[in-house]
């Protein structure tokens, strides 16, 4: 038998190479024309560098080398994003479309609003829907990120309490699963952080609200469904407490995607609430943006919103759109009007699904999610065995010597993104799981069936599960290390 020879390097090795690995002495990607204008001096030598390294390489080889680098990337295209909290769903390319077409995307940010009469139309359709789907009575859609929308709310309850005389209500109530950008909002707004412990059913305790809601309280931030992914059936007794204490409540909106259309927070007794468009409403996020946090006030809260805020004045002539500022706003948070890009994104989504829509988002959500609970139950352990809305929250304690890490790093074997871990704090070797209501039941299916396998790994051979991932370009990193000293431009060997 002839032994087949061993490639000194594989066609996949070459192109993970660096560019500057490529490099070939004189060879280029580009023809420039003729000079057609009067060639000019260069700048004096103090200007110009000597040491900075460029690779030579052709036109092929750089496409080659993005292609390739860009497929190693995860994304929401190519495969299962069950993030939990985080609603990664697949984003219509009718959103793209329409937020590219050039009578918006080309809009300068500094145009009059008598040239931009649609845009702005646009935005106050925006402000409306958001109104409608909240059940508040005004709208701010100027916040740029989810953090961002907290900010606006918790300055919002501040500014309210000190225009009626509450400056000495300093403690804001937050609970024990909430998201972390609570609390730091919370503290950046000058309030003091008191934490809630959930109850055995995952709801907020009452007692321990209860001992809290005295005459210093500012308000609580609340999200409905919680991270727990369950709806808290304590809820309207909690704002009840709240606002008989001279309290507001705030709603973290992250998880609106399991109540569109079934529930309208300020029904319950919010005052004030942001909504993730880059979440909920289908815009693309990652990587740190872009996004947008708009807030939602009740009629107390009403004076208070960031500005500006688009209003519509009636004439004969029909309306007019303009920007206003609310008698009491807490000012601007930004430059110009929030993120448009992603405003347009959300307007087109909300306005093709319509009501039922709405509904059809929500009820596949919560579907998809008790669905997947279902099939892996006595799998993984569940430390709240509750119906669960979009999301449901396992535990990977049932083997001994395998943690949430090993079952994450694992799924990227079988082309899964890993669910949130670790989070909620309250759950320990937490795992989040979010399939949203875009999945398909083969596609549920088959993440099931994967941690099945894990499951069955992590009792027959842990140590497989340690060392995994074992097919993906780049295995188990040390993570403290690549968080805190990352590598961030190309280094020769």
Known sequence: MVQKQQLPITSEDYQRRLLMDRSVPGRTGVSLPALDVPEQPLPGTGMLRDDLELPEVSEGEVVR???????????????????GSCTMKYNPRVNE??????GLAQLHPRQSPEQAQGALELLHGLQEYLKEVTGMQGCGLVPLAGAHGELSGILMMRAYHMANGGSHRRKMLIPDTAHGTNPASAAMGGFDVVAIPSDADGNMDMEALRREATDDLAGVMFTQPTTLGLFDTHVVEMCRIIHEAGGLVYGDGANMNAILGRVKLADLGFDVVH???????????????????????NE????????????VEKSSDGNRYVFSRPTQSIGRLGGFFG???????????????????????????????NYLKEQLRGYF???????????????AKLHSGVKALDVAKRLLD???????????LVVDEALMIEPTETESKETMDAFAEALRRIDDEAANDPDFLHAAPHSTPVSRLDEAKAARQPYLRWRPD
């Open 339 to 369: 993120s448009f890009g992603v405003l347009v994104r959300a307007y087109t989504y909300i306005t093709l699904l319509g009501g039922q829509g709405m509904l059809d988002i929500s009820g596949n959500a919560v579907l998809n999610a």
């Open 300 to 311: 107390r809260l009403l004076p208070f919103l960031p500005e500006p805020v688009i209003s």
């Open 97 to 102: 479309a329409t937020a590219s077409l050039p």
């Open 381 to 395: 352990d569940l430390p709240y065995d509750r119906i669960c809305m979009h999301e449901v929250v396992f535990s």
């Open 414 to 424: 079988f082309g899964f993104h890993a669910p949130t871990m670790y989070f909620p």
């Open 275 to 297: 909504l993730n468009l880059h979440k909920t409403f289908s815009t693309p996020h990652g990587g740190g943006g872009p996004g947008a946090g708009p807030v939602c006030v």
């Open 65 to 83: 080398y993005f292609t390739n680098i860009s497929q190693l990337n995860f994304s929401i295209d190519t495969n299962f994003y069950p993030l």
